[in-house]
């Protein structure tokens, strides 16, 4: 029942480990609107399973691919046909395939590329340059795309088709703002945007003055959201959690991360959940989620 369904599409700062917090706080009910303004991989969305739903990011090419699964463009028999076929090319020709992807993908913007890149990059990372062309370099792992490997990224992609086809949502690539400006008084808003000083994608650009029109945005919509952000680490303190959002409930949960290999390198960082209503009472949390198991 709690299993996290995990997305194709994967980022830095995906919020997997924190959706069982969030969706445990969050307030919605059978005809709540979930709106995403920075969607990102989707991961929090996608196991809300709200009915209703509107996904939104600057960068357009996450749009793009979910935006074809939606218009059955892209479907998990092509992906399985697309990466077999070009899985094997990898493991015949190593990095200079996935280099060759890279030119074409910067060329042709095709999603199928973008999938492809996303799974046998460094890290699963997003990065953008300046000039819009995609550089994160190859991961290195020339086998990358074994059949189970495969088989896993096409049930991903089933599991977001079967989602299209039962839910009503929608994909949009604009910015906060316009997102925020659109909804109706039935709307949940979850935001993460990128952290302050941390982007390393020219779609990720963050500064303080964002965050405050975001909050300025937000206050103005007048409905219940949902804000991720860091509290502290521990070397630091967030100082915009207290100067800009200090009105808000904050739930915070600690995660921990590893720099490299070695054990003694774990790191701990402190996240955080900001709300402009109440914590939930523990016997009193949304079951919107529970009704719609799609795949156990
Ligand atoms: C931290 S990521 C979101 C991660 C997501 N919650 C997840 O778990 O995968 C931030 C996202 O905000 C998007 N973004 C950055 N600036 C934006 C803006 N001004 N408007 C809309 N989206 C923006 C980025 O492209 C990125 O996908």
Redesign the pocket.
Known sequence: MNKVFV?PI???????K?VPLIKENIKLDKNTVWV?????????GFNVCAEQAVF????PH?IQFYQQIKNKQIDGYIVRQFLEENGQLLSQKGQDFYYEIRNRFNENHSSLDFLFLNRSCFNGM?RFNKDYKFNVPYGHKDQRFAKAYITKIVNQVKYVEECLHNFDWHFYC????K?IQQINENSFI?C????IGR?I?Y????NED?EIKLKEILLKSKVKFML?TWDKNIYRTNDCVQKIWGFCNKITQQHFYHIGAKEKNRNSIIEALMTNYEKIPLFNHSPIYQQHVLFS
């Open positions: 997305p994967k980022i830095q700062g995906i919020k997997t924190l995403e303004p920075f969607m990102g991989s989707g991961v929090v939104a990011d600057i960068n996450i997003i604009q910015s906060f703002e997102t979850y993460d945007p990128p952290y982007h994608d779609y990720d650009s963050w964002l991720s």
